[in-house]
């Protein structure tokens, strides 16, 4: 554990500065239409699935488990894009949600916790990777806790926000832009989804041929998508995303030099779970991510053991 502060806090005393409405939790027979047009009305990324015969919640479904779920799915064939009409004629979109758990290893369980258990098994959990936690009848996600440390910085002390990104390893040569996987905008959202799928990965850069940062495609884009509109993955990225949101948005980018505070701040304040690392030519070399820096403050760097 990086600090003595974190140490001696309980996951209830992360709760307390958070906006606990409650839970939205989605029945086993929604269908995975009507869970993306709910997590685009409510504006958020997953939703725990409830059991139908025994009531109980057996899931945390994210965009990332209906990603691999459209992009693959089984009326499709793979390595082959389809037409517009065979897009619209899958029946993935029809499915129960609950046929999706298990679909990527986060949604294989419940990742749980109690208020009154201490940070330190929380940070362990996110430092393997996972995005989100049941807490009662709350969800604690990665950003939750990034405000958290944000918020205590003072009492922290900690030399892991001031470091630079490099000096914490956070841009070293594992995230380096020969290992950067990349796609460009003539990509189709539907290959770049699938990309995303077979690498594991829930976002890519969307880079020129030099390199040079465009804009991202993440497993949030899928968000409201149905049939009517499941044509549009045909289309490049940079046409996908502008019908999505009506122009290109420029992702957040920092420079190995900066703080680590910097890209904590960035992604806490836009509610996002990556910054790209950039070039001084604006060319991307890396990407540093909620999990990156929380491992940080973890009592094991499961980040720092991988790049070994």
């Known amino acids: 554990m990086a600090n003595l502060f974190l140490q001696n806090k309980c996951v209830g005393d992360v709760l307390e500065g958070k906006n606990t409405e409650k839970l939205l939790v ?5 269908t995975v239409a009507a869970a993306l047009e709910t997590f685009k009305e409510n504006g958020i990324v ?3 699935v409830r059991d139908r015969e025994s009531g109980d919640i057996v899931a945390i479904i994210g965009v990332e488990d209906i990603l691999l779920y459209v992009a693959f799915a089984s009326n499709l064939k793979a390595g082959e894009l389809p037409s517009a009409s065979q897009l619209a004629e899958s029946t993935s979109f029809d499915v129960a949600v609950q046929a ?29 990777g996972v995005h989100r936690v049941l807490v009662g009848e709350n969800i604690l996600a990665q950003v939750d806790v990034g405000r ?10 900690d030399p892991i926000l001031g470091a630079s990104l490099a000096n914490n390893g956070l841009a070293n040569p594992a995230h380096t832009m020969d290992s950067l996987v990349r796609v460009s905008p003539a990509t189709t959202a539907l290959e770049a989804f699938r990309i995303m ?13 030099n390199g ?18 499941v044509a549009q993955l045909l289309e490049p990225v940079g046409k996908f995303l502008e019908g999505r949101y009506g122009a290109v948005v420029k992702p957040i980018t920092v420079f190995p030099h900066d703080p680590t505070e910097k890209a904590l701040t960035a992604m ?3 509610s996002v779970h990556r910054v790209w690392v950039i070039d001084a030519q604006n060319r991307a070399t890396g990407v540093v991510s909620l999990t990156d820096v929380l491992c940080k403050f973890s009592p094991f760097d499961f980040q720092e053991q991988a790049d070994k």
């Open 148 to 157: 958290f440390i944000l918020k205590g910085r003072e009492n922290i002390g």
């Open 46 to 48: 997953a939703a725990p």
């Open 197 to 209: 799928g077979q690498k594991g990965l829930n976002a890519l850069p969307v880079c020129e041929e």
């Open 268 to 270: 806490v304040g836009a």
């Open 100 to 128: 999706l758990v298990g679909a990527t290893a986060e949604s294989t369980r419940v990742w749980s916790v109690a208020r009154e258990d201490n940070l330190r098994g929380l940070l362990e959990m996110f430092s393997k």
């Open 212 to 229: 040079s940062l465009v804009t991202q495609l993440s497993a949030s884009d899928l968000r409201g998508l149905d049939r009517a509109s």
């Open 26 to 30: 989605l029945g086993a027979d929604t």
